[in-house]
């Protein structure tokens, strides 16, 4: 069936939170679609997620996700690049920033954290990514692959200069996004079955802190006792 037109029954799944967030001018069509995409897609998953459903809660005509995306699927690749373009921005200018390889890595490490926390829906968004089986769409690629990238060249750099520990840079790269990404993915398992709340500041504070000693000690050279 043309997904144009078909609709989907009530949500399944956990709905996410949301911090505050601008509503997009009421004339700007693509944004309320994007908008409305974003949180369908992050509480219901693509295929949950109709465009009559969308169409509904962006207050839009039927037709308006063809005429200013093209499909459904172009539709939910501009929500992907919306959320994580904005954290490949932060993580580069992280990784570009002074102070030493390891001074740096901790910084990508709580750009992550931060950014994780002001777009509460991009977890289940990435969640839906990797449990869905399929290739992921290509500014998806694009985007993690520069993420990486801008990592991976700190840690050369730190491996050059004797800062940071042997090893794959690449490996050692995904290692340190692991962190906040798996705490965040995680945050509702860790509340109700270890007992830890990231919402509540103190203990997302202590969370922080952990992942980044967690870091700094993971990629330190075992001869380096000390940050």
């Given at each position: 069936?043309?997904?144009?037109?078909?609709?989907?029954?009530p949500?399944?799944?956990?709905e996410p939170?949301?911090?505050?967030?601008?509503?997009?001018d009421?004339?700007?069509?693509?944004?309320?679609?994007?908008?409305?995409?974003?949180l369908?897609?992050?509480?219901?998953?693509?295929?949950?997620?109709?465009?009559?459903a969308i169409?509904?809660?962006a207050?839009?005509?039927?037709?308006?996700?063809?005429?200013?995306?093209?499909?459904?699927r172009a539709?939910?690749?501009?929500?992907?690049e919306?959320?994580?373009?904005?954290?490949?921005?932060?993580v580069a200018?992280?990784?570009?920033s002074?102070?030493?390889?390891l001074?740096?890595?901790?910084g990508?490490?709580?750009?992550?954290f931060?950014h994780?926390a002001?777009?509460?829906?991009?977890p289940?968004?990435m969640l839906?990514?990797?449990?869905?089986g399929?290739e992921?769409?290509?500014?998806?690629?694009?985007?993690?692959?520069?993420?990486?990238?801008e990592?991976?060249q700190?840690?050369?750099?730190?491996?050059?200069?004797?800062?940071?520990?042997?090893?794959?840079?690449?490996l050692l790269?995904?290692?340190v996004?692991?962190?906040?990404?798996?705490?965040?993915?995680?945050r509702?398992?860790?509340?109700?079955?270890?007992?830890?709340?990231?919402?509540d500041?103190?203990?997302?504070?202590?969370?922080i802190?952990?992942?980044?000693?967690?870091?700094?000690?993971?990629?330190?050279?075992?001869?380096?006792?000390?940050?």
């Amino acid at each position: 069936m043309n997904d144009a037109v078909q609709d989907s029954g009530p949500p399944g799944g956990a709905e996410p939170t949301s911090g505050p967030r601008a509503r997009p001018d009421p004339d700007d069509t693509p944004g309320l679609l994007l908008e409305a995409a974003r949180l369908l897609f992050a509480r219901r998953g693509y295929d949950g997620a109709s465009i009559r459903a969308i169409t509904r809660e962006a207050g839009t005509n039927l037709g308006s996700v063809t005429y200013h995306f093209g499909s459904k699927r172009a539709l939910y690749e501009a929500v992907l690049e919306s959320v994580i373009r904005p954290l490949a921005d932060r993580v580069a200018e992280a990784s570009r920033s002074a102070g030493s390889s390891l001074d740096r890595s901790e910084g990508v490490v709580r750009a992550f954290f931060a950014h994780l926390a002001e777009h509460p829906d991009q977890p289940h968004l990435m969640l839906q990514e990797i449990t869905a089986g399929r290739e992921p769409p290509e500014v998806l690629r694009r985007l993690l692959r520069r993420t990486l990238g801008e990592l991976r060249q700190v840690i050369l750099d730190g491996q050059a200069a004797g800062e940071i520990r042997e090893g794959d840079p690449l490996l050692l790269a995904m290692s340190v996004v692991s962190q906040p990404v798996h705490m965040t993915l995680a945050r509702h398992f860790t509340r109700s079955a270890v007992g830890l709340d990231p919402s509540d500041p103190e203990t997302r504070e202590r969370m922080i802190e952990h992942a980044v000693g967690f870091v700094r000690a993971g990629l330190r050279p075992p001869s380096q006792a000390t940050p």
